[in-house]
């Protein structure tokens, strides 16, 4: 049977100290090479806390699952300020390029069926933080990529 351990860590830094170590040490696995394979997973999480699960089937075989921050916490990582706000007020701009980036990490945590309802998405959890995109509020960055503005840039990064 496998024993499985869940903790959160910081993206591309984990390390063997507390959670991780304590936990993953008496199930005899190489903590070293657990957290490598965690860090390389979470690398472009980075300074962001991140769900990860360690499936640990024997001494030598393991899997990782990483989990993914909520989309309002990658959106205001990606305007670099400290929160969002909870009202129209803008607190900062992303551009659509950030968008398809938070859209591609989220990708297999949402319900969306393609990366351009996975932008909108982000769009829709963008405008509730107080981000514009591409200088525009939510609704009209919403209409931009339904009527095919940026489909080129989508389909390059899908």
């Known amino acids: 049977m496998a024993n499985v351990v869940e903790a959160l860590v910081p993206g591309g830094k984990a390390s063997a100290g507390p959670p991780l170590g304590p936990a993953l040490g008496p ?6 090479q657990v957290v490598a394979k965690i860090n390389e997973q979470t ?3 980075n300074g962001m806390q991140v769900p990860v699960k ?23 990582k990606e305007m670099g300020v400290e929160k969002g706000t909870g009202d129209r007020n803008s607190v900062g701009n992303i551009t ?7 859209a591609n990490i989220k990708r297999k945590g949402i319900l969306s069926k393609n990366l351009k309802n996975a932008a909108r998405e982000v769009i829709g959890t963008a405008g509730s933080v107080g981000a514009t995109i591409d ?24």
């Open 27 to 32: 199930l005899g696995v190489n903590v070293a």
């Open 135 to 158: 200088g525009m509020q939510s609704k009209e960055a919403q209409l931009a990529v339904a009527s095919g503005k940026y489909d080129e840039l989508l389909e390059a990064k899908a």
């Open 96 to 102: 659509m390029e950030q968008v398809i980036k938070i």
């Open 43 to 45: 690398k472009d999480l």
């Open 54 to 76: 360690v499936i640990v089937k024997s001494r030598t075989e393991f899997e990782i699952e990483v989990g993914t921050p909520p989309t309002s916490a990658l959106i205001i």
